[in-house]
T-cell receptor, first 115, second 109 residues
Framework: DTEVTQTPKHLVMGMTNKKSLKCEQH?????MYWYKQKAKKPPELMFV???????INESVPSRFSPECPNSSLLNLHLHALQPEDSALYLC??????????????FGPGTRLTVT | GQNIDQPTEMTATEGAIVQINCTYQ??????LFWYQQHAGEAPTFLSY????GLEEKGRFSSFLSRSKGYSYLLLKELQMKDSASYLC??????????FGTGTRLQVFP
């Protein structure tokens, strides 16, 4: 199984809603990532978890709250989002976050629209 | 600061060869990756270079010159399905992956 899965595929939410994005991998990878990608732009790193601990937070607003319940799962909790947060949210995983040639495997993404 | 430059768009003909260039200035260097991304889909890994030289993988090859801060992705025998965005990404000295703006390649029959 070389797949990263994400649910839901599409999400429309209001600015007062609370929702969660989910990501799962069963490749035994110990590093997991959240990226945000706006149309025609490259992915921007948001968070990195290494061995289920948050290792990088790229100064992301607190309305985005990541959670890593176990080594296979990564969640992104959303609350009080703004319309400009509408984007494709990509999850990725890699065997380790180190300097070896470990590429990141990306999930299909969740297309989020904030109304 | 971090800066990775690629051409915004390129066009080519089916069966031809195309070279997509990438120049970078980053806080350290721990490898360069090329990803392919079709519209609305996730990026998929194409190649990795950490030492100078050419890495060949089927129709795709990637070259790196660390002294020049330069890489290219070479696509041979282009097919229509190669129409996609191609992202150059550098792993910096904090092990983060920094993506370039991507090159949108259109292949015409």
């Amino acid at each position: 199984d070389t797949e990263v899965t994400q649910t839901p595929k599409h999400l429309v939410m209001g600015m007062t809603n609370k929702k969660s994005l989910k990501c799962e991998q069963h490749m035994g990878h110990r590093a997991m990532y959240w990226y945000k990608q706006k149309a025609k732009k490259p992915p921007e790193l948001m968070f990195v978890y290494s061995y289920e601990k948050l290792s990088i937070n790229e100064s992301v607003p607190s309305r985005f709250s990541p959670e890593c319940p176990n080594s296979s799962l990564l969640n992104l909790h959303l609350h009080a989002l703004q319309p400009e947060d509408s984007a494709l949210y990509l999850c990725a995983s890699s065997p380790l976050m180190n300097r070896e040639s470990y590429e990141q495997y990306f999930g299909p993404g969740t297309r989020l629209t904030v109304t | 600061g971090q800066n990775i430059d690629q051409p915004t768009e390129m066009t080519a003909t089916e069966g031809a060869i195309v070279q997509i260039n990438c120049t970078y200035q980053t806080s350290g260097f721990n490898g360069l990756f090329w990803y392919q991304q079709h519209a609305g889909e996730a990026p998929t890994f194409l190649s990795y270079n950490v030492l100078d030289g050419l890495e060949e993988k089927g129709r795709f090859s990637s070259f790196l010159s660390r002294s020049k801060g330069y890489s290219y992705l070479l696509l041979k025998e282009l097919q229509m399905k190669d129409s996609a965005s191609y992202l150059c990404a550098v792993r910096d000295n904090t092990d983060k992956l920094i993506f370039g703006t991507g090159t949108r390649l259109q292949v015409f029959p």
